[in-house]
């Protein structure tokens, strides 16, 4: 033990995090399949969004009190608020369904919710590998896994539209849809933009 | 005083450059609360956007022949990189009321603004701070406050555009609003971005 | 030579990446050039994206093994990144014509990806004077005709917009056109983001 023993609580708080961000996107995949009570289940999502919203200030908070941290300082910085991203567009999704009054959901709503449910649990795993971070081959393995995620979304995604174009009836119903679409593939690419961070971290200490 | 002393003109180049985003952010305001000569208006706005260029190359420039910085070069870079971006969403903004040859403004529009000039000037405190880093809490502080302006922005956002879908109508002209909104949000969500290299900068150097 | 010579593979790396976006790039502009073949073409563009990829992924596992890098390690993951990024919106773009079954091609289509040939050619100069980073001055003036032909872009970009607006006509059409030059002009965006990148490099380096 030295005498600025580094300290591993950031770990448990960017495990709090990516718990959170898991909790909210597991509720807008609960929303999507039983599309009943919008309002009240994108009330939920804000909720949990702020919650994570309080694990990120906390651990600004300590990254400002510690002298000696087990990453660099603007490496638990970048991971801690591309996480937080993730949640607002989660969030940002469930509140476009409830102010815009969608009637009912598109299948493939569902279908773009499991690429980004996917995602965040292969962003929580990698997460949980970072106490270790000479596993660097292991790590870097699931960050090419959430990149190729993204990609399976932008597919989803723009299949996805294409139907709406296909179906073409009212203008605004397209409109309002591709909003909804956009927040959830913003969701996706946030998982990317973790990974990312992840990536860069695990070169730099590998 | 040492043998290469710290260049603390840096600081002047940041506040000139948060200035001209004032301006622009200021001539955007005017120019939705009193909806004529928007070509003028627009162009007008466009120039500061320039003059704003400007400062930011002389920045680069001077960190570029300057020897000892008094931040770190990649923290004057992405502080006077993510500044300038604010103002292109600005211009952007107010070149789209011109091209897109909208008639009349929306009420939201006024609200959407009002949450940008009170996030510019956060920003615009928050970089009168930086000479004295030691104070962190006060400008983490402020970081928060802009930070609570982007959720906010972001709610005036989406009611603005709800509020488009209920109106109903052309769904060109719902087309060319988001544009416009977008570009607004843009910017709020730039200041965001500003509010990140800063607290970046404050949690390496507190 | 030390005991731990640099890596000048990397240049080499760096060099076939962005060939490869020229490759992409020159291929979306044959594209809208000779609107023919649209699947087969956008095809071929996204088997390009993968090639790239791979280049990607091989620069990321060389990061991982290499202990002395000749740019620093976050640095050229964030090069290497931007890069890929520019060809995924060109990918995008090629993959909406297709998709959306876009069925004859807008000339403003043609000006826009020629900004973006202009801009990738510029990237490309870029990346091969990075070898001799002592020569600031040029790599920075490279750097800000790149981030011109982005104004240049968007300028383009709301031209284009305006006349999908003032054509009037279906507006699920107009919808669809702003989805594919949304790809385009985040493509240009995104050789910026390089530059961005490279203009750091620089300043750190000089």
């Known amino acids: 033990m030295g005498l600025f023993p580094k300290d591993t609580n950031f770990y448990d708080l960017f495990e709090r995090g990516v718990g959170k961000v898991h909790e909210g996107a597991q509720a807008l995949a609960d929303l999507v399949k039983d599309f009943s009570n919008v309002p009240l289940k994108a009330k939920r999502i804000k909720d949990i969004e702020h919650e994570a919203d309080l694990i990120t200030h906390e651990t600004i908070e300590k990254l400002n009190k510690t ?3 087990p990453l660099d300082r603007e490496d638990i910085h970048g991971l801690i608020s591309s996480l ?3 949640l607002d567009h989660v969030e940002a999704a469930a509140d476009k369904f ?3 009054r969608i009637p009912e959901v598109q299948p493939d709503a569902v279908l773009l919710t499991d690429v980004l449910i ?3 649990k292969e962003v929580q795993t990698t997460i949980g590998k970072l106490r270790n971070l000479k596993d660097a081959d292991l790590i870097l393995k699931h960050c090419i896994e959430i990149n190729r995620l993204e990609n399976e979304g932008d597919f ?7 139907k709406l174009f296909e179906q073409g009836g009212d203008p605004l119903n397209v409109i309002k849809w591709k909003e909804v ?3 959830i593939e913003d ?3 946030s998982c990317e933009d973790v990974a990312n961070v992840i990536e860069g971290v695990t070169l730099k200490n590998s």
Do not use: E, K, W
Not at 156 to 162: K, M, N, P
């Open 67 to 69: 002298f000696v941290t």
């Open 84 to 86: 937080d991203n993730i």
């Open 98 to 100: 409830s102010l815009y």
């Open 118 to 120: 996917h995602s965040v």
């Open 156 to 162: 989803v995604y723009r299949t996805a539209i294409a």
């Open 181 to 183: 679409y956009d927040s």
């Open 187 to 189: 969701a996706i690419d």
